[in-house]
């Protein structure tokens, strides 16, 4: 019964980490294109004002930039085992766990770190434009999704 949980699991990762590369195209210019617009909409969303600001983008920043390095550790890990294997069926068992402990081990770290961004911006922040941060990043994505989802229907 495990294994077939795991075996799901990792096959829902692994074909969630092919479209993120199938994204991948012309990946540095698009990713500082979505980091701007991203910059813009939160600004605007989060109304802060230049104090805030000034003591906001450096913190959250860095937040981002550990956030993202976790998630890649896992993927590039991954993703370059089963290319080594050549077929997500190749791979064994023991490695397929191990995979699977790793992914669980850096949810933890990606919890942990968001858990410290809190105070971090505490001081300065109101909790309601904390608040306000988390919906607004989701709204973000969700924008961004349904942009990409037309783009990609209008090519069609």
């Known amino acids: 019964m ?3 949980n795991m075996k799901k699991y990792i096959i ?3 074909l969630f980490l092919t479209a993120l590369n199938c994204l991948g195209q012309d990946k540095k210019e698009s990713s500082a294109k979505v980091k701007a617009l991203k910059v813009a909409f939160l600004t ?13 983008w450096p913190l959250y920043n860095k937040h981002r930039e550990k956030l993202d390095s976790l998630r890649y550790i896992g993927r590039a890990a991954i993703k370059k085992k089963i290319k080594e294997v050549g ?6 068992e023991s490695e397929a766990k191990k995979f699977v402990l790793l992914r669980l081990n850096l949810e933890r770290q990606i919890s942990a770190e968001r858990e410290a961004f809190v ?3 505490s001081p300065f922040l109101p909790y309601k434009k904390i608040l306000k941060l988390y919906i607004s ?4 994505a969700k924008k961004l999704m349904q942009k ?7 090519r069609n």
């Open 137 to 140: 990043e989701r709204e973000f």
């Open 44 to 56: 605007q969303e989060l109304q802060l004002t230049s104090m805030e600001a000034e003591k906001f």
């Open 12 to 14: 829902i990762l692994t």
């Open 87 to 92: 077929d997500l069926n190749n791979l064994e």
């Open 2 to 4: 495990k294994s077939i």
């Open 148 to 154: 990409y989802g037309r783009g990609k229907n209008k």
């Open 119 to 121: 105070p971090s911006v």
